[in-house]
């Protein structure tokens, strides 16, 4: 058990660029979420899914903001022409589907859009 | 829908002090509720959590909390607080563990030596 992986961990870029970030789960994990936290917040829920089936979107999703999880394993996570709202933490998540409940962190990837 | 009220963004113990920290949720199914907690540039860790059974909760690092369905709470606490303990604690609720989980806005908890 590695734990739940983030890549990168710090990103600064340019309003207006495209940035994605990676979720690497526990291997036996089949459910994976993805929430945002902005500075003094509670995470707030964005997607998730199980295995590679996307289940649920909040509407805090935009369509600017598109999820992945091509064969069940790790998730991508894109967010197209940035803007300065989008600064935050993007933390992942996971855990068994049956079973088990609370869910297992990543270190997050904290953005910076300047 | 569910939701959570965290009372007291902030909350200062003396080293030693009981440490007790509110949580109120909104369910309309029976709720899974939960605590985590997180350290500064970190992800967030679980504490403790109730499902079903037994209402008083025991977890990690000598946390726990009761859950009290007539009063739609549950309230972590800790007899004796350590320096060790200050960081953001969050207060998170989900529909039966089937639903993502809904997360308070968090109590930020100093320990003064």
């Known amino acids: 058990d590695t734990g739940v992986s983030q890549d990168p961990r710090h990103k600064i870029t340019k309003r207006g660029q495209n940035v994605t970030f990676r979720c690497d789960p526990i291997?036996?994990?089949?459910?994976l979420y993805w929430y945002r936290q902005t500075l003094g917040q509670g995470p707030e829920f964005l997607t998730y899914?199980?295995?590679?089936?996307?289940?649920?979107k909040s509407r805090l999703l935009s369509d600017r903001f598109s999820a992945e999880r091509p064969k069940g394993s790790f998730s991508t996570l894109e967010i197209q022409r940035t803007e300065q709202g989008d600064s935050a933490m993007y933390l992942c998540?996971?855990?068994?589907?049956?079973?088990?409940?609370?869910?297992?962190f990543g270190s997050g990837t904290r953005l910076t859009v300047v | 829908a569910q939701s959570v009220t965290q009372l007291g963004s902030h909350v200062s113990v003396s080293e030693g002090a009981l440490v007790l920290l509110r949580c109120n949720y909104s369910s309309s199914v029976p709720p899974y509720l939960f605590w985590y907690v997180q350290y500064p540039n970190q992800g967030l860790q679980l504490l403790l959590k109730?499902?079903?059974?037994?209402?008083l909760v025991k977890g990690i690092n000598g946390f726990e909390a009761e859950f009290k369905k007539s009063e739609t709470s549950f309230h972590l606490t800790k007899p004796s607080a350590h320096m060790s303990d200050a960081a953001e604690y969050f207060c998170a609720v989900s529909a039966s563990g089937n639903t993502p989980l809904v997360f308070g806005k968090g109590t930020r908890l100093s320990v003064i030596a």
């Open positions: 998540a996971t855990h068994r589907a049956q079973g088990s409940y609370g869910y297992t």
């Open positions: 291997s036996e994990h089949n459910r």
């Open positions: 109730y499902t079903t059974g037994a209402t």
């Open positions: 899914f199980q295995n590679e089936a996307q289940l649920e």
